[in-house]
């Protein structure tokens, strides 16, 4: 994309509760620029509670796209949040607009700067096949599954990550083929390092961002997260869809059923959300680390603002 004058595209990246959706507005509405998720869980209109979807005040404030546009009965993916990503970043190129990407999925990022491997369409009974499997016999038995029929793959994938060794699994018997084959080869980025003016990665000090966490999800509860699991479950959905997975759901579903008292449903949902942020943190560290870091969303919206007027 090269019809843009200025390197107006900004990238915020950070862990849960971090403060980047707010930055992401406060930058948006100070540069008359837009609003685009990177979070894989806000796109499902089912979620605008559990997901801190932003509100109407943020979205008043300036436009927000690729939030709450996918029903919970899809499984969303990287490939297409490209696919609708790409005329909304290139129409608001094409009017000079400032473009604000934020969110907590980092191989979204990834996928966006570096571009996607082309990776074949797997049918529904392999995938569902090896996600039983991933729940019966968990992720260290598959590893050594995957190690006996693709090695190659094996090697570059952790034996606790489940996800991408039954991925691995399923391309390999789909195909006949090593995943990493498809991964040799990517499609060219959606924007190139010329059209972004700062990739910035907001990671707080961590006792602060666990404390925003728990409050977080307090006020959550108080704002209707348990009519919104509610209503989930009256769908029907599986639950292997990632919507049925989302941080908040299992567990209030458990609240719910009466397998769970509400204080350790809520206790476990806060949990399982640290255990995540600290799962952003470690792939920002490892696959960002060139990014610009701030432990302060003010200091970012800031920096953002002075470049743009330094480059405008």
């Known amino acids: 994309m090269k019809e843009n004058r200025h390197p107006h595209v900004v990238l915020i ?24 998720n990177a979070d894989a869980m806000q796109v499902y209109q089912d979620l605008a509670t559990l997901t801190a979807r932003p509100d109407a005040q943020a979205q008043n404030r300036a436009p927000h796209y690729l939030f709450g546009h996918v029903d919970g009965r899809e499984r969303y993916s990287v490939g297409r949040w490209l696919e609708d990503l790409r005329p909304v970043i290139k129409s608001a190129l094409q009017r000079d607009q400032p473009v604000v990407i934020a969110g907590g999925t980092g191989l979204y990022f990834k996928a966006l700067c570096d571009g996607l491997s082309e990776m074949p369409e797997i049918p529904q009974h392999i995938s569902s ?21 693709d090695a190659e793959s094996a090697y570059t994938i952790e034996p606790s990550d489940g996800q991408r060794i039954i991925r691995a699994l399923a391309v390999k018997q789909a195909t006949g ?6 991964q040799s080869s990517s499609t060219v980025p959606l924007i190139t390092r010329e059209e972004v003016l700062l990739r910035a990665a907001l990671l707080p000090d961590r006792q602060q961002l666990y404390r925003r966490i728990d409050e977080r999800f ?3 509860i108080a704002r209707g997260a348990m009519a919104e699991v509610t209503s989930l479950l009256a769908r029907n959905l599986d639950t292997e869809l990632p919507v049925m997975k989302a941080i908040g759901v299992p567990e209030l579903s458990s609240y719910l059923t009466g397998d769970l008292p509400l204080e350790d449903a809520i206790e476990t949902a806060k949990t ?37 007027g330094e480059r405008a």
């Open 13 to 36: 990246a950070g862990p849960t509760a971090s403060g980047k959706s707010e930055a992401a507005v406060d930058i948006a509405a100070g540069l008359d620029g837009i609003v685009v």
């Open 129 to 149: 096949h090896w996600r039983r499997a991933l729940k019966e016999q968990g992720p260290w038995e598959l590893h050594a599954v995957l190690m006996a029929r």
């Open 177 to 182: 083929k090593s995943i990493r084959y498809f």
């Open 218 to 220: 307090e006020a959550m």
């Open 272 to 308: 399982s959300s640290r255990r995540y942020a600290k799962r952003q943190i470690t792939w920002i560290r490892g696959q960002m680390a060139d990014w610009c870091p701030f432990t302060d969303p003010k200091a970012l919206i800031r920096q953002c603002l002075d470049l743009c």
